[in-house]
């Protein structure tokens, strides 16, 4: 994977061939332009420790993919806007898992243009949400009139903590076109008493066993990441609970 | 020599009272049968001893040595060395069953195991309940079947060694192989003097573990507290004979069962 600052990222980032980026410390203000030419299969993962906000506009040009791996560990606020326009037969999966909490307030917005025939979108987002913190994930896919055979799936997972904390989750399709697959799902939960029950009996400490659900429920995103990544993530989590 | 004390223990679920004066002495190194008609409260009384969050005690103590167990959090109670495998184990999805069972392995000892420590007792024990080694990397009883969720009941009875351990229809959902491969854990734990309190509706489990004492749960008291020969008479007569010999009303269950007896009910269940 290769390493990139988020400082060098110029206005408009070319993806032109296959290869795999990795971001850490995605954090500050900034407004970002990604671009996948023809035929390119990348994927771009990005590690937020402060907090992030702006916009980021991928395009991904005809028979490309792009696979996002998102993880927000940020103690600040973050409001990250993505949108993504596919041509034909383009794709993006996008994985988010963000760690919300100490009053912080977050809002990630993932919408999806579907702009041609045969394109795909998987939008998979994970949270959890703690100490008076408020955590949103919306956006839209549209899939639009003279885009068919396209696919698209919309899911929002927002793992609760404590009563003062918030968690919303609106993803929204919006369809213009009949030969298409479009679904959504969207759980905003607490964390089962039962399950706490259950590894508390075997000895597990209240925390202990929030840990190891909450790293159960972020963990999907350790996929997009180098290993001494995922070691930084796994202490991040631990040192959080 | 652990003894559990249960004294006048009375606790109720959502305001609707359950338990109404339990009164139970369990020393390590017995056996005791739990039995009791469907809905008497037998699950109640092994989740209140374990302090599961959903049950409120309105009255009583329950001492393991004198301590007072009731004021321990759930997890403290675990390393005193009370065990509780449960009727319907959660499944925990993303929680790797070998990760949690390693995080329990290191509360119960003095400093944690390494991970060759690890894979050796991990090892040893999921060929002595006969598990597939695979189960044991997969999601915490994400997708086990009834009869693997059981064993990995079992399993980890086996890695934490408890003094005392509450066993809640450990065997249900067991086919015959299995069962004996359940019963065979118990015995040899048995022999090296684990206290059990054991709650089945079959006389077969019985048979295989051979329990010193037997207990009758009825309207959330213990009505019966005799020998082991109890379970044999209710797996042939059912639960009238309470009612006649000592005078015991049985409540049914809301939901219309014309009878309170099991007999019937227990050989069905072994042929399937
Ligand atoms: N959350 C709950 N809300 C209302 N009632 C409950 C709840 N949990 C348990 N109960 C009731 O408590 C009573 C005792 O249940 P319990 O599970 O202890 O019975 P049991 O003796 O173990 O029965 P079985 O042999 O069927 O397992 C039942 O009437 C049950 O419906
Ligand atoms: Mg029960």
New interface residues.
């Given amino acids: 994977m290769k390493e990139l600052l988020l400082d060098n990222i110029s206005d408009n980032f070319v993806f032109d061939k296959n290869e795999n980026f990795f971001i850490n410390n995605f954090d500050g203000e900034k407004d970002i332009k990604i671009t996948l030419n023809e035929d390119v299969e990348s994927s771009l993962s990005m590690l937020s420790l402060s907090g992030f906000k702006g916009n980021i506009n991928i395009k991904i040009n005809k028979n490309s993919r792009l696979e996002i791996y998102y993880a927000d560990f940020a103690k600040n606020l973050s409001k990250t806007n993505v949108s993504v326009s596919l041509e034909e037969g383009a794709k993006v999966i996008f994985h988010l898992a963000s760690l919300t909490e100490d009053n912080s307030n977050k809002s990630f917005t993932v919408s999806v243009d579907h702009d041609a025939i045969n394109t795909y979108s998987l939008i998979d987002n994970y949270g959890v949400v703690k100490g008076n913190g408020k955590l949103v994930f919306d956006g839209t896919s549209y899939i639009k009139n003279g885009s068919a055979k396209s696919k698209t799936r919309q899911s929002a997972k927002i793992m609760v903590f404590d009563e003062k904390s918030i968690g919303i989750a609106k993803p929204v399709l919006k369809i213009d076109e009949n030969d298409i697959e479009a679904s959504h799902g969207a759980v905003v939960g607490k964390i089962s008493d039962e399950h706490l029950f259950y590894l508390m009996s075997r000895g597990l400490s209240e925390e202990k066993a929030k840990t190891l659900i909450t790293y159960g429920y972020l963990k999907p995103i350790m996929n997009g990441f180098d290993e001494n990544v995922q070691k930084t993530i796994e202490q991040l989590i631990e040192g959080r609970m | 020599m652990s003894t559990l004390v249960i004294k006048d223990l009375c606790a109720e679920v959502e305001g609707k009272p359950i338990l109404k004066g339990v009164n139970l002495t369990l020393s390590k190194g017995e056996t005791v049968a739990l039995l009791g008609p469907n809905g008497h409260g037998k699950s109640t009384l092994l989740n209140v001893l ?5 049950y409120k005690v309105t009255k009583g103590e329950v001492l393991l040595d004198g301590k007072n167990i009731l004021e321990m ?3 403290e ?3 005193l060395g009370l ?2 495998g ?1 009727q319907n ?2 499944e ?5 069953n070998s ?2 069972l390693r ?2 392995i290191n ?2 000892s003095e400093k944690p195991v390494s991970t060759y420590q690890f894979y050796k007792l991990l090892d040893s024990a999921t060929k002595e309940v006969k598990m597939p080694f695979d189960l044991a990397t997969r ?1 915490l009883n994400e997708g086990f079947s009834g009869g693997e969720k059981k064993r990995n009941e079992i399993l ?1 009875l086996l890695l ?1 060694n408890p003094e005392i351990a509450f066993l809640d229809e450990i065997d249900s959902g067991l086919d015959v192989d299995a069962l004996q491969i359940v019963a065979d854990v118990i015995c040899k734990l048995e022999d090296k003097g684990m206290g059990f309190l054991v709650i089945s509706h079959y006389a077969r489990l019985y048979d295989l573990i051979k329990p010193t004492r037997a207990v009758v749960m009825i309207n959330g008291r213990i009505a019966v507290d005799a020998g082991p020969e109890v379970a044999q008479r209710i797996d042939k007569q059912g639960y009238e004979w309470i009612k006649t010999e000592l005078g015991i009303e049985v409540a049914k269950e809301e939901k219309d069962m014309n009878t309170v007896s099991i007999g019937s009910c227990a050989v069905k269940e072994s042929i399937k």
């Fill in positions: 374990m302090g599961h969050p959903k959090s759930t997890d109670r675990s390393k065990f509780l449960m184990p959660s925990v999805p993303g929680v790797i990760d949690f995080a329990a509360e119960h999601g980890q934490l």
